[in-house]
């Protein structure tokens, strides 16, 4: 079955660090991959993408995710954590020949300052 | 650009009546999705509209159902309301020229009581 994993319900990083939140995912052939944020109480907001080409995505607010085929990842990195950052993150895949996208279950990120 | 647009904000219902949710895409936008957000259950794809016919539907019950209107907006209904049916209602649009981003509205929060 097709399937995404974010195997960490929350993350926590002191402002200022880097931070990393992790997918991994379980579709066959070469899906596209995003990341969405979600503010409390508010709908999705998209961040990245990848579809084909540089494997290091750069998205917005400083947002970047990087692709691993091998591993089957596509991890959502910064550099540097603002507390503005704390929300509810969320990896999707949308698997080849379909239109729908595949969620995980999502990792709150707290920043704290 | 006005982004994805979801009426009402909150719709409150008892246990067997019909709800009615309101979606209006993205200017150009010609496909809509429905997604619901239950708490313990994550994102879970409903129903995708594209130039006003059904194309692909969730693992939901035919009383989960909606449709497409000529000027690309889509209603969803959800006939005899049950409890687990509180959720967030999020929609989504995307253009079918070449992108592949959906770009979701703020949801719908309905809760049956």
């Known amino acids: 079955a097709q399937s995404v994993a974010q195997p960490e319900d929350q993350v926590n990083v002191a402002e200022g660090n880097p931070l990393t939140v992790k997918c991994t995912y379980s579709v066959s052939g070469n899906p596209y991959l995003f990341w969405y944020v979600q503010y409390p109480n508010r709908g999705l907001q998209f961040l990245l993408k990848y579809i084909t080409g540089d494997n290091l995505v750069k998205g917005s607010y400083g947002f970047e995710a990087e692709f691993n085929k091998s591993q089957t990842s596509f991890h959502l990195k910064k550099p540097s954590a603002l507390v503005s950052d704390s929300a509810l993150y969320f990896c999707a895949v949308r698997p080849p020949s379909s239109y729908k996208l595949i969620f995980g279950s999502g990792t709150r990120l707290l920043v704290r300052p | 650009e006005a982004g994805v647009t979801q009426s009402p904000t909150h719709l409150i219902k008892t246990r067997g009546q019909q709800a009615t949710l309101r979606c209006s895409p993205i200017s150009g936008h010609t496909s809509v999705y429905w997604y619901q957000q239950a708490l313990g259950l994550g994102l879970q794809f409903l129903l995708w509209y594209d130039e006003g016919e059904e194309r692909n539907r969730g693992n939901f019950p035919p009383r989960f159902s909606g449709r497409q209107f000529p000027n690309y907006s889509s209603e969803l209904n959800v006939n005899a309301l049950e409890l687990e049916d509180s959720a967030l209602y999020l929609c989504?649009?995307?253009?079918?020229?070449?992108?592949?981003?959906?770009?979701f509205g703020p949801g719908t929060r309905l809760l049956v009581l």
């Open positions: 989504a649009s995307r253009s079918l020229r070449g992108q592949e981003t959906q770009y």
